[in-house]
């Protein structure tokens, strides 16, 4: 069979379609990528909540003090005492109120100076019993919308099975949280060192939602 | 159909040939069922689609090690094709009644029954239909389609040609 450089036409117009595809896929990807480079609104740590947003708000930690504050058997006078009759710490938990109700109460941490709550969690129990889970399902924390003059409050209590001793009460306007963690003043509360709240804005992008709750 | 007709059949073919093996073959959907927004949150790049082309697939089988299945697919699905459309160009410019290339266009359109062609819808139907576990879908892409419609026209061109030479030489 005589060969031709001819009959190598099919070859070279493959070639041709492949450098044609070659170049148009390295056309394509230095496009900029409009929707990842979109900006999106101030929902960075440290900004103020937005009147009219919607946000999630959770305590994520309260120190309470060493000692509970009671008041002794003869009179009014307030002394120190151990948190529980057998000398462990007290089983933390608290609730968050906003516009007269109740809107989030958290697990309670047995035996815990510090107890400290995830925004985020899984509920295995109802995993197993309904098979799903989703973003909303997991995230442990109050939904509120921020109008004006708004609080939240938020009810400590040591929760010791029979009886429940408040720990702190404390009202905190909105307007003085930021995105992201807020320490708490505790200069009026005697039974608390440390109070955190976490304000994250609910509307954003998934990823964005996700990775604010798991890092703080 | 005369021989001009056949060549334009035969550029056709080509053409489908080089769009099916660089145009999107498959595009894979991950998805991680009820955990797939965990997934696309830890490890974005992997719950991202991917397309594929059969060049690219080819390189992928190269690049991850398999490389006798990434030669065999590269044999059938790219040399045997192209080698095939080289001696029907040919067969369609032959100036002869029965050139000495008729046994090649004899043997190429014998060879045609046992391209890749079958094998290769077979196994992207399976894919396609079954899907995958935990929601993950493959799309088929254009270019499969363009790549049928090469391996088909080739096949009717060589049936074609094998039967006009056949008839000349008679």
């Known amino acids: 069979v005589k060969f031709k450089t001819s009959h190598l036409l099919p070859l070279l117009l493959i070639c041709l379609v492949g ?26 740590e440290g900004a103020k909540l937005e009147l009219g947003e919607d946000y999630y708000i959770c305590p994520v930690l309260i120190e309470t003090n060493p000692q509970r504050l009671a008041r002794s058997w003869f009179g009014d006078k307030l002394e120190s005492k151990a948190w529980d009759i057998n000398g462990t710490a007290p089983d933390i938990q608290c609730n968050l109120t906003w516009n007269g109700n109740v809107v989030f109460t958290s697990s309670p941490k047995a035996d815990s100076l510090i107890a400290t709550w995830s925004p985020i969690g899984t509920d295995v129990a109802n995993l197993i019993s309904t098979g799903k889970i989703s973003l909303d399902s997991v995230i442990q924390a109050a939904t509120i919308k921020y109008e004006e003059g708004g609080s939240v409050t938020l009810l400590a209590w040591d929760n010791d099975g029979v009886t429940k001793e408040e720990i702190c009460r404390v009202d905190i306007p909105l307007e003085t949280l930021d995105i992201g963690e807020n320490v708490i003043a505790v200069d009026d509360l005697p039974q608390v060192l440390r109070i955190v709240i976490l304000a994250i804005a609910k509307v954003q992008p998934e990823a964005k939602l996700i990775q604010q709750l798991l890092m703080n | 159909m005369d021989l001009p007709g056949l060549r334009v059949l035969t550029l056709v073919s080509t053409v489908l040939l080089g769009i099916g093996l660089f ?15 965990l997934v696309e949150y830890f490890k974005p790049d992997t719950a991202k689609p991917t397309t594929y082309s059969i060049w690219s697939g080819i390189l992928h ?20 094709p192209v080698w095939k459309l080289c001696v029907l160009w040919a067969g369609a410019n032959w100036e002869e009644s029965k050139p000495a290339g008729y046994g090649v266009l004899k043997l190429v359109a014998n060879l045609g029954k046992v391209s890749m062609l079958d094998v ?23 270019g499969v389609w363009a790549f049928c419609g090469s391996i088909l026209i080739s096949m009717w061109v060589s049936m074609k040609l094998a039967h006009l030479y056949g008839k000349r030489g008679q």
């Open chain 2, 23 to 37: 145009g999107p073959c498959m595009t894979i959907q991950p998805s991680f069922g009820e955990y797939h927004w």
């Open chain 2, 61 to 80: 089988l190269f690049r991850d090690g398999d490389v006798l299945v990434g030669i065999i697919v590269f044999v059938f699905s790219v040399v045997f």
């Open chain 2, 120 to 142: 290769f819808v077979v196994a992207l139907l399976v894919l396609a239909i079954k899907g995958l576990p935990g929601g993950t879908k493959v799309l088929i892409g254009w």
């Open chain 1, 19 to 44: 450098a044609i595809f070659f170049g148009l896929s390295n056309w394509d990807s230095a496009e900029p990528n409009n929707e990842e480079d979109a900006p999106v609104a101030p929902r960075v």
